[in-house]
């Protein structure tokens, strides 16, 4: 099993940026893609960004195109989501992903396209 912890959430003000990490744990060698989820209060956890197993490819949702950057460094086992210009509507609790089987990437995953998960970083942007 894979453990991922994430970390660099905060409150920020609307047009600002934060950088969020995510470290593995455990049998990262067994990790292919990763990702990036939000869930807001009262909506279900959606889809933000995904890399391939070495970073070649990159998916991100059609809200977040443009303003986030998904990267990754394999030797450091952690993904890190770049946010620039946030907007409030951004705000959410942020969740790490892992595949350990490998399988198609894209930019409408599902939780179910992946493995294991993180707790969560809270990111809070403000009008």
């Known amino acids: 099993q894979v453990q991922l912890v994430e970390s660099g959430g905060g409150l920020v003000q609307a047009g600002g940026s934060l950088r969020l990490s995510c470290a593995a744990s455990?049998?990262?060698?067994?990790?292919?893609?990763m990702g990036w989820f939000r869930q807001a209060p009262g909506k279900e956890r959606q889809f933000v960004a995904a890399i391939s197993s070495f970073g070649v490819s990159t998916y991100y949702a059609d809200s977040v195109r443009g303003r986030f950057t998904i990267s990754r460094d394999n030797a450091k086992n952690t993904v890190y989501l770049q946010m620039n210009s946030l907007k409030p509507e951004d705000t959410a609790v942020y969740y790490c992903?892992?595949?350990?089987?490998?399988?198609?990437?894209?930019?409408?995953?599902?939780?179910?396209?992946?493995?294991?998960w993180g707790q969560g970083t809270q990111v809070t942007v403000s009008s």
């Open positions: 992903a892992a595949q350990q089987i490998r399988r198609a990437l894209g930019s409408n995953l599902t939780t179910g396209d992946f493995d294991s």
């Open positions: 455990g049998r990262t060698a067994s990790m292919y893609g």
